[in-house]
């Protein structure tokens, strides 16, 4: 006849024993940490941007100059790599980084990868401007700049909103950017509108990248896509000499450097001034063509081009 007591111990035995081969079951098929499951795990995994969040102008500026010099550094191959990764260190919540090339080709996209070896350069956002052209000519342009466009907004359900882009250039060949959604109130440019400062950064994108002959052509071009209505580009080299002005193509190689406006001003002296410090802003009182000649009001945004010439363009006041 067995014993009571041994049979309670080997039961309480077999008991013990099961637990642990349970503990050692959940054990060995417990999910790994997040670090374990990155096999790259040099940079904390951060959240897909949301399109809202806390992310400033001088901050994004900040996390741009950043990108740029880690590409600079580390060359192109392994900053394009870094910037694909939505784990990466340049995607920091509602900021990351794309890249494209002069082209408008897109290089680097972390959010939207089936983009990347697409050409985006007429592609448009919400309100039709070309967004990624106007972002590629800034820097050409200027070499970096602030660029708005207008985007969905996921936390708003997707609303449009006004975004600010920043794009930097690398070396010349492509360049990165980023963006937050911002206040629209704020002009690029104080004085003028945003689409006028756009129009001028697009003429001296296109002078450079097609040369100065051909763009002195398709500004003088009444037709072309230089000339929309009262808003047209015009050229003048340092000594005053007129390069182009669509509608007054009899002043096209006269000087007008000591050319005064109705009021006295010598707007185009001082056009000259404001462009040699790179850009800048002339109000002054000129011909409205689209008003049979009625002077009026004039507001516009210069350029320089190669420290030869400028070129700019203006909007009229109308009551």
Not at 269 to 285: F, K, L, P
């Amino acid at each position: 006849m067995q014993d009571p007591g041994s049979n309670r111990i080997r039961g309480f035995l077999l008991f013990v024993l099961i637990a642990i081969l349970l503990l050692v079951a959940a054990g060995c098929t417990a999910p790994r940490s997040p670090v374990e499951q990155d096999p790259d795990h040099t940079a904390t995994p951060t959240p897909a941007p949301t399109g809202g969040g806390t992310a400033t102008r001088t901050g994004m500026v900040a996390f741009v100059n950043e990108a740029v010099q880690y590409a600079r550094t580390e060359g192109k191959e392994r900053a394009l790599a870094e910037f694909d990764k939505r784990n990466g260190s340049f995607f920091r919540g509602v900021l990351y980084i794309y890249a494209y090339n002069l082209s408008g080709t897109t290089i680097a996209h972390p959010v939207n990868p089936e983009k990347i070896g697409v050409n985006r350069l007429y592609e448009t956002d919400a309100r039709g401007n070309l967004f990624i052209r106007d972002l590629r000519d800034t820097v050409v342009a200027e070499g970096k700049g602030f660029v708005r466009y207008y985007y969905i907004n996921p936390v708003h359900d997707n609303a449009v909103e006004a975004k600010l882009g920043y794009v930097e250039t690398v070396d010349g060949e492509w360049w990165l950017g980023s963006g937050i959604y911002d206040d629209d109130s704020i002009p690029l440019v104080e004085g003028v509108p945003d689409r006028l400062v756009m129009f001028v950064r697009h003429a001296k994108a296109y002078s450079i990248l097609d040369g100065k002959e051909s763009a002195l052509s398709a500004f003088n071009d009444m037709n072309g896509s230089f000339v929309r209505g009262d808003e047209y580009i015009f050229a003048y080299d340092y000594n005053g000499t007129t390069l182009a002005w669509p509608y007054r193509q009899d002043l096209v190689g006269t000087n007008r450097s000591n050319a005064t406006d109705p009021q006295g001003f010598a707007h185009v002296q001082a056009m000259i001034d404001a462009a040699r410090t790179g850009s800048g802003v002339v109000n002054y009182v000129s011909p409205d063509p689209l008003g049979n000649d009625t002077p009026a009001n004039k507001t516009s945004y210069v350029m320089d081009v190669d420290g030869n010439w400028f070129l700019g363009s203006g909007v009229y006041e109308r009551g």
